[in-house]
């Protein structure tokens, strides 16, 4: 198994899926992080396959010291401020540098939301096992790990995964991900997920602005289509930043509905709410 790792998806969907089967977890609105505890050290892969350890060394720190060597955990890095789950801060660290994001930690520290395991010390690779028999194995070598790092709460009971949904919104909790008990974990769109303020998924294309302060975004919407995005902000403006400073910059392009815009090399995703596709300017609201 070999850093970074292709991790699964949920697709949106309008209502929890019911039946025999599935099985509900909360949905936390912070940044999809993999932990790797290795032999030596700790690794953080952003869902992109990025090396985001820097920017969550305090999640690193508290793995190296209280995880088994052996150990990789699919999850969410969250802030909460005033008792709920804080998604700017969230972004606003994952968008920082390495000294900015020290400065951050101290003041608002991180917390990792596991909700899956990848490998475990003992068994291996585990991504072939039934999503209960990993949710076992996740509890088990969870069980006496003190925070910041905690297994996210599930249930096979949809009438509580509803209950969760329609009252923990104020808490931060942007919503529910249903998966099937006998699935393996694999990358794609495997689970399902509904949410208070429904997104897709775009692909970025180009900017506008200067590279280390993107204005705009040029998006490639599901069904293809291609659309601009409103004004960035300065989080979302430095996650993009950061991305083509790794990647390199890229070449002019024009279009006649689009206009004059940079290209940005593939690999970055972001989400757009739903509602503003039908129109000629999205809105993005985090890089994935």
């Given at each position: 198994m070999d850093f970074p790792v292709d991790v699964a998806l949920a697709e949106a969907?309008?209502?929890?899926?019911?039946?025999?089967?599935?099985?509900?977890?909360?949905?936390?609105?912070?940044?999809?992080?993999?932990?790797?505890?290795?032999?030596?050290?700790?690794?953080a892969?952003?869902?992109?396959?990025?090396d985001v350890t820097r920017a969550w060394m305090d999640l690193a720190v508290a793995a190296l010291h209280t995880l088994r060597p052996g150990t990789v955990l699919d999850g969410e890095a969250v802030i909460y401020k005033g008792g709920r789950v804080d998604f700017s801060?969230?972004?606003?660290?994952?968008?920082?540098?390495?000294?900015?994001?020290?400065?951050?930690?101290?003041?608002?520290?991180?917390?990792f939301a596991a909700w899956d395991i990848l490998r475990h010390p003992d068994h291996g690779d585990?991504?072939?096992?039934?999503?209960?028999?990993?949710?076992?194995?996740?509890?088990?070598l969870l069980e006496d790990v003190p925070p910041?790092?905690?297994?996210?709460?599930?249930?096979?009971?949809?009438?509580?995964?509803?209950?969760?949904?329609?009252?923990?919104?104020?808490?931060g909790i942007e919503g529910i991900v249903a998966?099937?008990?006998?699935?393996?974990?694999?990358?794609?769109?495997?689970?399902?997920?509904?949410?208070?303020?429904?997104?897709?998924?775009?692909?970025?294309?180009?900017?506008?602005g200067p590279a280390a302060r993107p204005r705009a975004l040029v998006v490639e919407l599901p069904d293809t289509r291609h659309r601009l995005s409103q004004a960035l902000t300065a989080p979302l403006a430095?996650?993009?930043?950061?991305?083509?400073?790794?990647?390199?910059?890229?070449?002019?392009?024009?279009t006649r509905d689009l206009g004059s815009y940079t290209t940005v090399a593939p690999g970055l995703t972001v989400e757009v709410l739903a509602g503003t596709t039908r129109h000629g300017v999205v809105t993005v609201t985090r890089v994935r």
């Open positions: 969907v309008p209502r929890l899926p019911t039946g025999d089967g599935w099985w509900y977890e909360v949905k936390f609105d912070g940044h999809r992080a993999v932990i790797w505890r290795e032999a030596e050290t700790v690794r892969q952003a869902r992109s396959g990025r801060a969230a972004q606003s660290r994952a968008a920082s540098s390495p000294s900015r994001a020290r400065q951050l930690a101290a003041e608002w520290p991180a917390t585990v991504r072939g096992r039934p999503y209960t028999e990993r949710r076992g194995l996740l509890l088990d910041p790092i905690q297994v996210v709460p599930a249930t096979d009971d949809p009438t509580v995964a509803q209950a969760w949904y329609e009252t923990l919104h104020d808490v998966k099937r008990a006998g699935s393996p974990y694999r990358a794609g769109r495997i689970w399902q997920k509904i949410r208070h303020a429904d997104t897709v998924d775009a692909r970025v294309i180009g900017h506008t430095a996650a993009v930043a950061a991305h083509i400073a790794t990647s390199g910059p890229g070449r002019r392009n024009r």
